[in-house]
């Protein structure tokens, strides 16, 4: 009955959001373009489906995402399971006994970005713009494997205490660098996939996690360690699209070379 009443409570509140957005859309129609809207009992139908979907996801982040979140962060982090599973010979825990953590994290992102709406409908687009040249699975990996990276790589920050602005700010003078040897038909989509990987599924689970991981390692703060791993999410897939295409026209120049190749053989035979 409570799960019912909080899921409830979600859907109310998830109408005040969408009201003005409605509002809005109407407001524009009737004093701007002017006339009747078409099909206004869709619409309205979808507006509907909209707020009862937007609350009950809501609620479902809010009794799984997060709460699985926190307690995979605790149980890796739990002092029986690391001195079962340590690799250091000292009697201090050191970031390199924490390796479960980072396979998980790396694990996790890979799989919530794969499951990403928004990477979808985005890699679907781009294949079909670049008649093929950019594929679907491969855009989707490529942003898959910038984001594990970047969460694994989040988490040691957060267990090493090292300061986020040092990783960020290296991370933006690689993209940098990438930016300027990348093809152009590249580089908006690179930029673009960062913003769609930290979407819906991504950011509620990471973001649980780094929390759980910030108030189970000793002398964490939650508040001042636990966030971050948004920004890792969102920095790292740039670096892995704007590789990917890196590589793609470096396959591409080798392919080219070895049918020039077999060309001038070709004419050699001939000749005599």
């Known amino acids: 009955m409570d799960l019912i009443l909080d899921a409830l409570k979600f859907v109310g509140n998830s109408a005040i959001d969408v009201l003005p957005i409605a509002v809005f859309l109407f407001a524009f129609q009737i004093l701007v373009i002017g006339g009747r809207m078409p099909n206004i009992r869709q619409i309205l139908v979808g507006f509907g489906f909209v707020i009862v979907g937007l609350g009950l996801f809501l609620e479902g982040l809010e009794h799984t995402l997060f ?10 982090t739990n002092p029986e399971f690391l001195e079962s599973t340590r690799l250091s010979v000292t009697g201090v825990l050191v970031w390199r006994d924490y390796y479960w ?13 794969l499951a990403e709406p928004a990477l979808m409908a985005v890699s679907i687009k781009a294949n ?3 008649g093929g ?17 970047g969460v694994s790589l989040g988490c040691f920050r957060i267990i090493s205490g090292l300061p986020l602005q040092h990783f960020i700010a290296a991370g933006y003078l690689v993209v940098i660098a990438q930016t300027a040897l990348a093809p152009k038909i ?4 690179a930029y673009d996939s960062g913003g769609v990987t930290t979407s819906t599924v991504t950011v509620p689970l990471i973001t649980a996690l ?6 189970a390692v000793p002398g964490r703060s939650p508040l001042l360690d636990g966030f971050g791993l948004v920004a890792f999410a969102a920095l790292f897939p740039i670096i892995s699209v704007l590789a990917y295409g890196q590589l793609a026209v470096l ?5 080219l070379s070895a049918i020039e190749t077999d060309d001038l053989e070709e004419e050699e035979d001939h000749a005599f």
């Open 133 to 149: 040249a950019i594929g679907v699975w491969g855009l989707r990996v490529a942003v898959a494997i910038g984001a594990a990276v």
């Open 251 to 255: 396959r591409q120049k080798v392919d």
């Open 67 to 76: 709460p699985l979140g926190r307690l995979m962060a605790q149980q890796l």
């Open 186 to 189: 590249i580089v908006p989509l």
């Open 128 to 130: 079909a713009v670049s």
């Open 210 to 215: 780094g929390l759980g991981l910030a108030e």
């Open 101 to 113: 953590v980072y396979l998980f994290a790396a694990a996790v992102a890979f799989s919530t970005t």
